[in-house]
């Protein structure tokens, strides 16, 4: 996915970040603001941890952006209904 997109908040989503891949550059943070942030530790952390089970947020065109523009690619969205990675693609 790339571009910017106008479409509207899309299909709920769990975020996942790879800390050990996450080198903390804050560019998902900058991106999509109501979906990531730096925490204590320098790393990206999902602002909606998410307990086993619990249910996911909308995926933004921001959120779907973040995911493409981290550079190391720690960034995982998978879909709450059937647990599939939706992003990247596999
Ligand atoms: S864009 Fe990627 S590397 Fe940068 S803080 Fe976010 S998850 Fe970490």
Same mark, same amino acid.
């Given at each position: 996915m790339t571009g910017r997109r106008t479409a509207g908040p899309g299909p709920e989503v769990i975020v996942q970040v790879d800390r050990d891949r996450c !080198? +903390?550059? +804050?560019?998902?943070?900058?991106? *999509?603001p109501g979906s990531l942030a730096? +925490?204590?530790?320098?790393? *990206?952390?999902?602002?909606?941890e998410q307990p086993t089970g619990a249910a996911g947020e909308p995926l933004t065109p921001e959120l779907a952006d973040a995911v493409?523009?981290?550079?190391?690619?720690?960034?995982?969205?998978?879909?709450?209904?059937?647990?599939?990675? !939706?992003?990247?693609?596999g």
């Open positions: !080198i +903390g550059s +804050g560019m998902c943070a900058l991106t *999509a730096l +925490g204590a530790d320098g790393l *990206a952390r999902p602002l909606r493409d523009y981290c550079p190391v690619e720690a960034l995982t969205l998978y879909g709450t209904r059937d647990g599939r990675r !939706i992003s990247p693609a």
